[in-house]
């Protein structure tokens, strides 16, 4: 995953701060929308493993802070829920004239409210997610309980929330009040999913219930079990992102993905890229793949690690030579199976290696063939395994060379 650091104005002359996610040939199939959490910024470790998981996909994903929030410019105390869905409505415009309109619009909590609200303005979007959102946005004021008074008779408070102070003025409070969420859903026109968890204290499970409610079909939920309302247990937001991305390329235009799989990679390139942790994109002849280190040594664990895809290529490389071969001569050979092991061992107990000190490399294949052979050919086959052009090029000297790319 690629992300390019943006700015656009939310309608009323401030600059807000934007993180377009895009697939690593820069080449999406679909776009789609984030509004995060209400006092919250698009750097939220959720929203970015979600946004991840969509990635994969091929649906990039612009994720921007609201108006007076994150790296956005303006004065937090002077925006409302009403602003918040402006803020929403200028973001879907400003990917529309820059990149593409967004199909899939995504709001977590008060962002959920907001996306529910925003879409009829948004003609591009033909599904809405919802992760942990009130059906009403006067929900949000049970955060301000012991301020409700103070705010109402002076006009205005200073307010605690997640940590850090904001001035929370009566305009806030009246426009909650103005939402209207029920017409909204029940009018919504998009295919809706909902993620809730059974055991959110900050916005309780009914809300998701009356969402759903007031929503016409298609609609979907999704019970995240035991998951906190911020999602701060790492696998329930990459649960969140793969069944979201799972979910989402049903409204992608099914030509875009034809011509996807028809675009022409880097000639003779395997491209790699790491952006942040040990989590790395492969793009390799146009099929996207994955590579982690475990989470033992700092990973997240969510792919093989580059010696298990070393070792992945030698054990692929084996069983298609032996498929090829059994073919050639017509050989009885229902199914090829090949576990390799990596590990490092001693020079001086390798009598056959050139290597006298130190520790070399050593990779056990065992290999298993179905199918009614002899002996003969048995043993036949176990002399081709050895013949692999990658098995060669690991016996063979080889040369690498690095440059930095101007």
């Given at each position: 995953m690629k992300s390019e650091r943006l700015f656009f104005d939310n309608g009323r002359g401030e600059k807000l701060a934007a993180r377009l996610d895009l697939p690593l040939d820069g080449a999406p199939l679909a776009y789609a929308l984030f509004a995060h959490c209400f006092t919250c910024s698009k750097n939220l470790k959720a929203v970015g493993n979600i946004s991840q998981a969509l990635v994969m996909e091929k649906i990039a994903v612009l994720r921007f802070d609201f108006t007076g929030l994150g790296e956005s410019a303006g004065d937090f105390a002077?925006?409302?829920?009403?602003?918040?869905?402006?803020d929403l409505v200028a973001a879907a415009n400003f990917l529309k004239e820059n990149?593409?309109?967004?199909?899939?619009?995504?709001g977590h909590s008060l962002g959920g409210a907001a996306v529910l609200q925003a879409a009829g303005e948004i003609e591009a979007c033909k599904a809405v997610c919802t992760i942990g959102a009130p059906a009403d946005p006067v929900h949000v004021t049970h955060l301000l309980a012991s301020k409700r008074a103070e705010i109402e008779a002076e006009g205005e408070a200073r307010v605690i929330l997640a940590g850090r102070q904001f001035t929370i003025k009566k305009q806030f409070l009246d426009d909650l009040e103005m939402s209207g969420m029920e017409r909204k859903i029940h009018k919504l026109k998009?295919?809706?999913?909902?993620?809730?968890?059974?055991?959110?204290?900050?916005?309780?499970?009914?809300?998701?219930?009356?969402?759903?409610?007031?929503?016409?079909?298609?609609?979907?939920?999704?019970?995240?079990?035991?998951?906190?309302?911020?999602?701060?247990?790492?696998?329930d937001s990459r649960y969140v992102g793969t069944v979201l991305a799972?979910?989402?390329?049903?409204?992608?235009?099914?030509?875009?993905?034809?011509?996807?799989?028809?675009?022409?990679?880097?000639?003779?390139?395997?491209?790699?890229?790491?952006?942040?942790?040990?989590?790395?994109?492969?793009?390799?002849n146009g099929h996207p793949l994955v590579v982690d280190e475990p989470v033992s040594v700092g990973g997240t664990n969510l792919g093989p690690s580059p010696y298990e895809l070393l070792s992945a290529a030698l054990g692929a490389c084996t069983t298609l030579t032996l498929r090829m071969y059994a073919n050639r001569k017509q050989w009885p050979v229902d199914a090829i199976t090949v576990r390799v092991q990596h590990g490092k061992i001693h020079a001086k107990d390798c009598d056959e290696c050139e290597t006298a000190s130190g520790k070399i490399d050593q990779f056990r294949k065992e290999i298993e063939i179905s199918g009614p052979l002899d002996d003969t050919q048995r043993n036949r086959m176990l002399e081709i395994a050895d013949r692999c052009p990658v098995h060669r090029t690991l016996h063979n000297e080889v040369k690498i060379e690095s440059q930095l790319k101007k």
């Open positions: 002077d925006t409302n829920f009403s602003s918040n869905v402006e990149y593409g309109g967004p199909e899939i619009l995504i998009r295919s809706l999913l909902i993620f809730h968890s059974p055991v959110d204290n900050t916005v309780g499970i009914e809300n998701a219930g009356r969402i759903y409610e007031f929503a016409q079909h298609p609609k979907s939920f999704v019970s995240l079990d035991r998951a906190d309302h911020l999602l701060s247990d790492e696998r799972a979910w989402a390329g049903k409204y992608i235009d099914a030509d875009k993905k034809a011509e996807a799989l028809s675009l022409q990679p880097e000639v003779d390139k395997v491209v790699v890229r790491t952006a942040e942790g040990y989590y790395t994109e492969i793009m390799a």
